[in-house]
């Protein structure tokens, strides 16, 4: 089946630093990408979406690209704050019969940024 | 718009009870979604409605059961609860069409005792 896979965290940088996370996918067809975010005791909040390749989702300074040819949805951003501490996911859009669909969600980055 | 809402956001149970949760989703939205996220396996997809249907089902007991109303409001229940569904249960909404991104609500924290 689908599948995603992000890089192992925790990830902790000092503030203004360039932050990378790495995400890689397994699918059939055509998924669409996505980059959830969540602060401690709080739900997912969509960070931004690719709905096709080379599609660039981008949101609060966050980038990503959608890159078929290396099944990637690396998550970037030039300088980060103290506030994007929080655990970041990358999502597929799996599609089944009926039009039914899920959610597949990588294992989630701890992201700590420091002053 | 007001976001999805979930009610209750935490809640305490002992093994052997069953438990509802409840989800309302953004106004105009007819799908629900369903997600279970524990420290262990991660975010887990439970089960999808759309338009009172149950479209997509993950792999969960038959324990794990839900509902769709006619105003797009679900609940889902567990019964005979175990420890192991201690967890952070997650719903989300979108319109059922289009570019597959859902909305989720902050989550009703279930522990089991």
């Known amino acids: 089946g689908n599948s995603v896979t992000q890089m192992e965290g925790p990830v902790t940088l000092s503030e203004e630093a360039f932050l990378t996370i790495n995400c890689t996918y397994t699918a059939t067809g055509y998924p669409s990408l996505f980059w959830y975010v969540q602060y401690p005791g709080e739900g997912l909040q969509l960070l931004l979406k690719a709905t096709k390749a080379d599609d660039k989702g981008s949101n609060k300074g966050f980038e990503a690209t959608y890159r078929k040819e290396t099944t990637s949805f690396h998550l970037e951003k030039g300088s980060v704050q103290v506030s994007d501490s929080a655990v970041y996911f990358c999502?597929?859009?799996?599609?089944?019969?009926?039009?039914?669909?899920?959610?597949?969600f990588g294992q989630g980055t701890r992201l700590t940024i420091n002053p | 718009k007001a976001g999805v809402t979930q009610t209750p956001r935490y809640l305490i149970k002992t093994r052997g009870q069953q438990v509802t949760l409840s989800c309302s989703p953004i106004s105009g939205h007819r799908s629900v979604s369903w997600y279970q996220q524990t420290p262990g396996q991660g975010l887990q997809f439970l089960f999808e409605y759309f338009s009172e249907t149950q479209r997509n089902k993950g792999n969960f007991p038959g324990r794990f059961s839900g509902r769709q109303f006619s105003n797009s409001r679900s609940e889902m229940n567990v019964s005979t609860l175990e420890l192991g569904d201690s967890a952070l249960y997650l719903c989300a909404s979108s319109p059922g069409t289009g570019g597959g991104e859902q909305y989720f609500g902050p989550g009703t924290r279930l522990t089991v005792t």
């Open positions: 999502a597929l859009s799996d599609w089944g019969i009926q039009g039914a669909q899920k959610l597949v």
